[in-house]
């Protein structure tokens, strides 16, 4: 029974859905900002194209090679550092090892927290839209159905035809109404068993 309450509970919660329909509402306003990002980028891409167009590669290929050496040293000195202080007590890796696993785990939980409350965040916003969206669904009905329903008429006004005649409403009554013909009770005669 507490497989079937879980398939129950988790298939009537609608928050994944409003999940959805937070993340799709994000993505929309998104994509909204795309058409200012690219004239910014149309707007600033000559002067891009220009500078990348007077720069002298040689200029370039030094930059390069200097930040490659700085890059080398920095890892060289680096390595050095930690094979000289490298601890061969094996009791300490142990305890080195079980502390990281340890703030593994704390960091996974503190990111799942985020998750989560992430994942409620886009659900209320979801809810919140699909509520917009189902107020600005009513509002479009409505105004369809005033355009298209003309205005109703007087019933008054209604031919003769398509009222109901009182001979005709009786003839629509069920038979039900009918009493069925009433059964005679039976008696039943009892004997006593006889002696042999």
């Given at each position: 029974m507490a497989i079937t309450d879980d398939l129950r509970k988790t298939l009537s919660n609608p928050t994944p859905l409003y999940f959805a329909a937070g993340t799709a509402e994000?993505?929309?306003?998104?994509?909204?900002?795309v058409p200012?990002?690219?004239?910014?980028?149309?707007?600033?891409?000559?002067?891009?194209?220009?500078?990348?167009r007077n720069t002298d590669p040689k200029d370039v290929q030094e930059k390069a090679a200097g930040r490659a050496k700085e890059a080398q040293a920095v890892i060289q000195a680096?390595?050095?550092?930690?094979?000289?202080?490298?601890?061969?007590?094996l009791k300490k890796i142990g305890e080195t090892a079980q502390d990281l696993a340890l703030r593994g785990v704390g960091v996974a939980a503190e990111y799942a927290v985020k998750a989560r409350e992430t994942y409620e965040k886009v659900a209320e916003h979801g809810e919140e839209?699909?509520?917009?969206?189902?107020?600005?669904?009513a509002d479009e009905i409505l105004e369809v159905?005033?355009?298209?329903?003309?205005?109703?008429?007087?019933?008054?006004?209604?031919?003769?035809?398509?009222?109901?005649?009182?001979?005709?409403?009786?003839?629509?009554?069920?038979?039900?109404a009918k009493k069925a013909p009433a059964k005679k009770p039976t008696?039943?005669?009892?004997?006593?068993?006889?002696?042999?």
């Amino acid at each position: 029974m507490a497989i079937t309450d879980d398939l129950r509970k988790t298939l009537s919660n609608p928050t994944p859905l409003y999940f959805a329909a937070g993340t799709a509402e994000l993505a929309y306003q998104q994509a909204k900002k795309v058409p200012g990002i690219v004239e910014q980028l149309r707007a600033e891409a000559p002067a891009r194209f220009e500078a990348v167009r007077n720069t002298d590669p040689k200029d370039v290929q030094e930059k390069a090679a200097g930040r490659a050496k700085e890059a080398q040293a920095v890892i060289q000195a680096k390595v050095n550092e930690v094979l000289g202080t490298l601890d061969t007590d094996l009791k300490k890796i142990g305890e080195t090892a079980q502390d990281l696993a340890l703030r593994g785990v704390g960091v996974a939980a503190e990111y799942a927290v985020k998750a989560r409350e992430t994942y409620e965040k886009v659900a209320e916003h979801g809810e919140e839209t699909v509520r917009a969206w189902r107020g600005e669904a009513a509002d479009e009905i409505l105004e369809v159905a005033e355009a298209v329903e003309p205005e109703a008429e007087p019933v008054a006004d209604q031919p003769a035809a398509a009222k109901p005649r009182p001979a005709d409403a009786s003839a629509t009554k069920p038979a039900a109404a009918k009493k069925a013909p009433a059964k005679k009770p039976t008696t039943v005669k009892k004997t006593s068993p006889s002696a042999k």
